[in-house]
């Protein structure tokens, strides 16, 4: 298969081929062409990246922002072992997984959307899962035809008042399922804490709550991408930053050759002119994941979100881990952005955000005092962040430890951009 049509919302917008005679795996070799009666109708374009014109956009820019729709890591070997898929060939993944992306993006061979496999509204959500390995819940959304990206298993479920369940073929999913990780056991406690602390903060942040399905401990997060209109729930389109910065997935941190911080400041300021208020929530995004210690805030965990009507603005955070809660020899603490050259994301220090303020193009002494006000409300507002987590199910030894870390970096934060910061 060498054709795919790009759905936005439900609508063809355009193609996505692969060069006559070329091979899928070449970014050179890939095309995306936007439909022209589409163009005519000046509607959404797909990305930044990706602008709305009839010419087509060829090779790697097209390759980058369609491959970063698929999973990572071992959940993307699992479904293409499952599907029988190579699992290099992105445009391979895409015609067999592509019909439900996130946001309101749908991939499909050929215009058919209707090769799902149905799901039975009888089903549970935990018969659904029996049988189904951990770390293995992405499988689910194979056979129907969905993927979402990131490295860790994750399910798109929909929540009524009967609970969770599996969306039917063509329903909008409104919650994201992220189980606890085989590898990285405790990811559910400490996401939910680096979640729960920023919404805490007062920071723009996706609702998180800490679930038990199928026996096993899981963040179920609300999708951010999803507004209810006339009692349905809709899609509303995002990329990440990858995307509309024109990165693949595989660059999605500094140290592989992704973006920079100050590539993404000059995005949301000067690129895309999104005001005050967006450059804030940025700088408060680069803050929050040194406080908490975040190695893991990289290109692909900074959304791009379309409002009812089109308008662009920053997605609401998500995926807030702090990394360092884990042994250095276990998770690397080089930051994926790298914060004015800091060695390590709990080692950054004042000289560190006076560099990241000039890449930003901040005034260092804003970015010192933010950086300070927030390091002590968040000193304040752990302690009990932890204490609701625990109470509502919570792993208390590992959030325990946790709190010990995380408390030593903010101290430490405090310190550094504290008193005598002020030049
Ligand atoms: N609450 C949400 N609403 C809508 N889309 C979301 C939400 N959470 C995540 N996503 C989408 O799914 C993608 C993957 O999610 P997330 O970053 O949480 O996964 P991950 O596997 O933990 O990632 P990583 O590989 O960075 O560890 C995001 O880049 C975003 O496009
Ligand atoms: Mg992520």
Not at 37 to 56: D, F, I, K
Not at 105 to 128: F, I, N, Q
Not at 283 to 289: Q, R, S, T
Request: some cysteine; glycine content about 10%; proline content about 7%.
């Amino acid at each position: 298969m060498t054709d795919l049509v790009v759905q936005l919302f439900g609508e063809p917008v355009g193609r996505l081929s692969i060069a006559p005679g070329g091979d899928s795996r070449i970014p050179e070799d890939w095309a995306f062409e936007y439909l022209p009666n589409y163009v005519a109708t000046n509607g959404v374009p797909l990305s930044v990246s990706l602008p709305l014109r009839e010419a087509p956009h060829l090779g790697a820019v097209a390759r980058n922002w369609f491959a970063n729709l698929l999973p990572e890591g071992s959940v993307r070997d699992e479904i293409a072992r499952r599907l029988r898929v190579t699992g290099t060939d992105s445009f391979a993944l895409l015609a067999a997984i592509g019909g439900e992306c996130a946001g309101a993006v749908s991939v499909v061979p050929d215009g058919s959307a209707t090769d799902d496999v149905p799901v039975d509204p009888a089903t549970s959500l935990e018969e659904a899962l029996a049988g189904v390995g951990e770390g293995n819940w992405a499988l689910l959304g194979g056979p129907m035809r969905l993927s979402l990206a990131g490295a860790q298993d994750k399910l798109a479920v929909v929540r009524d008042p009967s609970g969770l369940r599996l969306p039917q073929a063509g329903e909008p999913s409104t919650h994201i399922i992220k189980p606890d990780s085989p590898r990285l056991r405790g990811l559910c406690d400490l996401e939910l804490l680096g979640l729960s602390l920023a919404s805490d903060l007062g920071m723009p942040v996706v609702k998180a709550e800490m679930v038990t399905v199928a026996g096993t401990r899981a963040v179920l997060v609300e999708r951010y991408d999803r507004v209810q209109h006339a009692g349905r729930i809709e899609r509303l389109h995002q990329e990440d930053f990858c995307q509309a910065l024109g990165f693949p997935p595989e660059l999605q941190s500094q140290a592989q050759g992704g973006p920079t911080l100050g590539r993404c400041a000059s995005l949301i300021r000067d690129q895309l002119g999104l005001g005050p208020a967006a450059l804030q929530a940025f700088l408060d995004w680069v803050i929050f994941a040194a406080l908490i210690g975040n190695a893991d805030a990289h290109g692909k965990n900074l959304g791009l979100l379309r409002a009812p009507g089109g308008r662009l603005q920053m997605a609401p955070w998500y995926d807030l881990v702090p990394t360092i809660a884990w042994p250095a020899r276990i998770l690397d603490r080089t930051p994926a952005l790298s914060i004015g050259g800091a060695p390590g994301i709990d080692r950054v220090d004042r000289v560190h955000w006076d560099q990241f303020a000039r890449e930003a193009r901040l005034r260092p002494m804003f970015v010192r005092q933010r950086a300070q006000t927030l390091a002590a409300a968040a000193i304040d507002a752990l302690p009990r962040a932890i204490e609701r987590i625990v109470m509502g199910g919570g792993d208390a030894v590992r959030l325990a430890n946790a709190q010990r870390v995380l408390m030593a970096n903010l101290v430490r934060t405090l310190a550094a951009v504290g008193m005598g910061s002020s030049q």
